[in-house]
Nanobody, 126 residues
C-alpha cells in the first residue's frame, strides 16, 4: 500500500511563499505520476499541478505562473513551491499518485489517482 504524507502547510501573508512536501513510501516517484490537488471550504477539489515519471510538468492555468511542482526521486518526495500567495489559495492541499502514463494524461480528473495523502492546510491572509 502506497503511503503519501504531506507537510509544509501553514499560514502565510498574501504575497508570501510556502513549500509543500509529500513523502512517498513503498513506491518510487520515478515510475509514477504524482500531483497536487487542493480543496477550499465549500468548493470541489481541483487539480493544481502534476509531474510524470520523466519530470514533465503540467499546471492548472490559474496557478502555472506562481506554483512550481518538482520531485526528488532519490528521496521519493514531491514538492510544490507556492509563490505570490493569494487569500484564494487558502485550501487543504493533497498529494496524489497514480498510473496515468506519460505526461500524466488526464491528471485533472482526480478519479485517475489511486493513492492520496491526508492533506496539509494552507491559509493565506490578506
Amino acid at each position: 500500500q502506497v503511503q503519501l504524507v504531506e507537510s509544509g502547510g501553514g499560514s502565510a501573508q498574501a504575497g508570501g511563499s510556502l513549500r509543500l512536501s509529500c513523502a512517498a513510501s513503498l513506491y518510487s516517484t520515478s515510475t509514477i505520476c504524482m500531483a497536487w490537488f487542493r480543496q477550499a471550504p465549500g468548493k470541489e477539489r481541483e487539480g493544481v499541478a502534476a509531474i510524470d515519471s520523466d519530470g514533465f510538468t503540467s499546471y492548472a492555468d490559474s496557478m502555472k505562473d506562481r506554483f512550481i511542482v518538482s520531485k526528488d526521486n532519490a528521496k521519493n518526495t514531491l514538492y510544490l513551491q507556492m509563490n505570490s500567495l493569494k487569500p484564494e489559495d487558502t485550501a487543504m492541499y493533497y498529494c496524489a499518485a497514480g498510473h496515468l502514463g506519460r505526461w500524466c494524461m488526464g491528471w485533472l480528473d482526480e478519479s485517475a489517482f489511486r493513492y492520496w495523502g491526508q492533506g496539509t492546510q494552507v491559509t493565506v491572509s490578506s
